[in-house]
């Protein structure tokens, strides 16, 4: 009962799965010459939403690899990927200047640390696929 529902795409795939996906006719392959046929119709019935261009994918792998997005079956908190906010982002600025002398000098020092994590989350909600 997994439904397809979506597709992130590197962005030089980007342009062939949104062709694709908002075709109104794709051509048929018949012993009779062949044809098109009403593909619009197809995509509505699958629930397919407008592909994703996700530009972290650029260089990921190949510039063939994409993932397919499943519907949720169940109101669940965990999605297919799951972003860990291990340490909060926080800056530290330096200097006790004030707001002129910081204009003329046109410097100013600061540090930002913090960590994060992207992983996997519930396995059959994204699916990973390798196009030759």
């Known amino acids: ?3 397809p ?3 992130l795409t590197p962005p030089k795939m980007f342009p062939r799965a949104k062709q694709l996906t908002s075709a109104d006719f794709i051509a048929q392959a018949a012993a009779s ?3 098109s046929a009403d593909f619009k119709a197809f995509l509505q019935a699958l629930g397919f939403a407008t592909p994703i261009c996700a530009d972290e994918l650029s260089g990921f792998e190949s510039e063939t690899t994409y993932f397919i997005v499943a519907e949720q079956a169940a109101n ?3 999605g297919g990927c799951v972003y860990v906010d291990r340490e909060p982002f926080r800056m530290t600025t330096y200097g006790d200047m ?3 002398e910081l204009g003329r000098k046109q410097e100013l ?3 930002v640390r913090g960590r994060n994590a ?3 989350g519930h396995p059959y909600l994204l699916f990973k696929v390798k196009a030759t």
Do not use: M, N, P, Q
Request: proline content about 0%; overall charge negative.
């Open 118 to 120: 992207i992983a996997a």
């Open 109 to 111: 020092e600061w540090h």
């Open 33 to 35: 010459g062949g044809g």
């Open 76 to 78: 669940d908190e965990l």
């Open 98 to 100: 004030t707001e002129s």
């Open 1 to 3: 009962f997994i439904r």
């Open 5 to 7: 529902v979506g597709l």
